[in-house]
């Protein structure tokens, strides 16, 4: 668990010492933290729009924290003590963190959220395959393809519509090394059955 105390906005982290760190600055060393912990890493930001954090995770790279608890918008640093104290107190009683992060939400409604990996995976991936893999979109990419093929292809010109047919064919592949990579199970092969996230075909 990695608690973070300081002030925040939607762009990163402002420090006591006047440096500024952005949500991409820290993308790097949370995902070191969360290779060690073996994809057990918890952060808790206490700091204006903490959850802002989420927008460093990228499913094409390896998950920076297995959670992220912090608040959606400016918050006053007595609500941050009044939360923080509710989910570290139900915390150590209960042993529940479920428990925990329901009393932190009652103590400051409509302010927190709890964030796992498998979620944040599925909402990345489920919003680029309803955005970038309609047959309009392949096809878009399938001519921009065409009009500029790979470097290293030495072939005959290729259809824009055969393009988007092999980024239809490969997306389950696309999907299974993503998944493998964001979830560290190359690193951890039980990480296969631990983590699970949903797929689906697109049109």
Not at 31 to 47: D, F, H, R, W, Y
Not at 88 to 101: D, F, I, M, P
Not at 159 to 171: D, V
């Amino acid at each position: 668990m990695l608690h973070v105390e300081c002030h925040g906005n939607d762009d990163g982290l402002a420090f006591a010492d006047g440096s500024f760190a952005s949500w991409a600055d820290l993308k790097e060393p949370l995902t070191s933290l969360n290779v060690v912990t073996g994809m057990n890493l918890l952060v808790i930001v206490s700091a204006c729009d903490g959850s802002a954090l989420t927008h460093a995770l990228s499913p094409v790279d390896r998950a920076p924290l297995h959670g992220l608890i912090g608040p959606t918008r400016a918050v006053a640093p007595n609500e941050l003590a009044r939360a923080y104290l509710a989910l570290y107190e139900t915390l150590l009683r209960t042993r529940s963190a479920r428990q925990a992060v329901d009393a932190m939400r009652a103590a400051a409604p409509d302010t927190f959220v709890y964030r796992a990996a498998e979620w944040l995976f599925q909402h990345v991936w489920d919003h680029y395959q309803a955005t970038q893999e309609t047959p309009e979109a392949r096809l878009e990419r399938g001519r921009r393809m065409a009009a500029n093929p790979p470097v290293d292809y030495d072939g005959p010109p290729v259809e824009p519509e055969r393009f988007a047919e092999l980024l239809a064919e490969k997306n389950r592949e696309f999907f299974d090394n993503f998944r493998r990579k964001f979830f560290l199970c190359d690193l951890f092969p039980e990480h296969e059955g631990r983590f699970t996230v949903r797929y689906e075909a697109p049109e």
